[in-house]
T-cell receptor, first 115, second 118 residues
Framework: AQTVTQSQPEMSVQEAETVTLSCTYDTSENNYYLFWYKQPPSRQMILVIRQEAYKQQNATENRFSVNFQKAAKSFSLKISDSQLGDTAMYFCASYKNNAGNMLTFGGGTRLMVKP | GAVVSQHPSRVICKSGTSVKIECRSLDFQATTMFWYRQFPKQSLMLMATSNEGSKATYEQGVEKDKFLINHASLTLSTLTVTSAHPEDSSFYIC????WGDGPNSPLHFGNGTRLTVT
């Protein structure tokens, strides 16, 4: 079974600053995929960034980047130049390649960006 | 991009009644849809995996007779909460995967349904 753990229930950051959200996971698989989703107050799930486990290079999407440490089973999300619109719940998630794309979510981190 | 439409967005029903929630893939065919439940300030918990033309696979602890899932076509899956009780009040979210997507493609999520049972 796969488990995903987010150890920070809540975080806050000043606008324009940088914040890092932590995520660790546990899996016995070699081939898996990791994602960060954002859930704003509208409750819509929005994909932020994704990482394939067999790729060593950290994924980057504009202001969002990850620090993927495969040996440590760590997958943190860094948000640079934080904006007010980044205020949301952030969920780390993973799935196995052969698991029918069933996503396992972490408990979430509530991020508040302060003006 | 791929759009998943979930309806209704909000529903209030009386205890003992049944409620149907629809999840439609608008511009793609979805062989597999997933139903999640989210309690306030908590994460998404997978309830069941819905496969077109076959029975749904339920996660441990989810009552299949209470949460009926039907995936009759490649674009529609429904979740029916039967004999709803106040403890069934929650936020239900569906997600779908396009038939042609690769293994690293993300799921497409609906906007969710907030169910309140009085």
């Amino acid at each position: 079974a796969q488990t995903v753990t987010q150890s920070q229930p809540e975080m806050s950051v000043q606008e324009a600053e940088t914040v890092t959200l932590s995520c660790t996971y546990d899996t016995s698989e070699n081939n898996y995929y990791l994602f960060w989703y954002k859930q704003p107050p509208s409750r819509q799930m929005i994909l932020v960034i994704r990482q394939e486990a067999y790729k060593q290079q950290n994924a980057t999407e504009n202001r969002f980047s990850v620090n993927f440490q495969k040996a440590a089973k760590s997958f943190s999300l860094k948000i640079s130049d934080s904006q007010l619109g980044d205020t949301a719940m952030y969920f780390c998630a993973s799935y196995k390649n052969n698991a029918g794309n069933m996503l396992t979510f972490g408990g979430g981190t509530r991020l508040m960006v302060k003006p | 991009g791929a759009v998943v439409s979930q309806h209704p967005s909000r529903v209030i029903c009386k205890s003992g009644t049944s409620v149907k929630i629809e999840c439609r893939s608008l511009d793609f065919q979805a062989t597999t849809m997933f139903w999640y439940r989210q309690f306030p300030k908590q994460s998404l918990m997978l309830m069941a995996t819905s496969n077109e033309g076959s029975k749904a696979t339920y996660e441990q602890g989810v009552e299949k007779d209470k949460f009926l899932i039907n995936h009759a076509s490649l674009t529609l899956s429904t979740l029916t909460v039967t004999s709803a009780h106040p403890e069934d009040s929650s936020f239900y979210i569906c997600s779908a995967r396009s038939w042609g997507d690769g293994p690293n493609s993300p799921l497409h999520f609906g906007n969710g349904t907030r169910l309140t049972v009085t």
